[in-house]
Nanobody
Framework: QVQLVESGGGLVQAGGSLRLSCAAS????????MGWFRQAPGKEREFVAA????????DYSDSVKGRFTISRDNAKSTVSLQMNSLKPEDTAVYYC????????????????WGQGTQVTVSS
């Protein structure tokens, strides 16, 4: 059983910053790739960022590249998403995701998901 719990969402003005955190339970966290997805109102869920088991390899969607940074602390079993220069278009429910292997896949959805945390960016 794998559990992922997000925190850190909230309301922020455009240009501001937020840091999301995801606490994970499970013996294989340190050897699993992790990611972040989001779903905006009226839109389908989309990929945001992912990193390999060690955090050495990461990918970002074009819409957040240069503004968001994914990181992880395997000793604490957490993964974070630092979001800077936020835009109203970033408003969405953000989901923490866990992959079944050490490297993430961008061609299929990951098997484990958190409950989501709301991020609202006002103009």
């Amino acid at each position: 059983q794998v559990q992922l719990v997000e925190s850190g969402g909230g309301l922020v003005q455009a240009g501001g910053s937020l840091r999301l955190s995801c606490a994970a339970s499970g013996r294989t966290f340190s050897s699993s790739a992790m990611g972040w997805f989001r779903q905006a109102p009226g839109k389908e869920r989309e990929f945001v960022a992912a990193c390999s088991w060690s955090g050495a390899i990461a990918d970002y969607s074009d819409s957040v590249k240069g503004r968001f940074t994914i990181s992880r602390d395997n000793a604490k079993s957490t993964v974070s998403l630092q979001m800077n220069s936020l835009k109203p278009e970033d408003t969405a429910v953000y989901y923490c995701a866990g992959y079944s292997g050490p490297f993430y896949r961008l061609t299929s959805p990951p098997p484990y998901w958190g409950q989501g945390t709301q991020v609202t960016v006002s103009s």
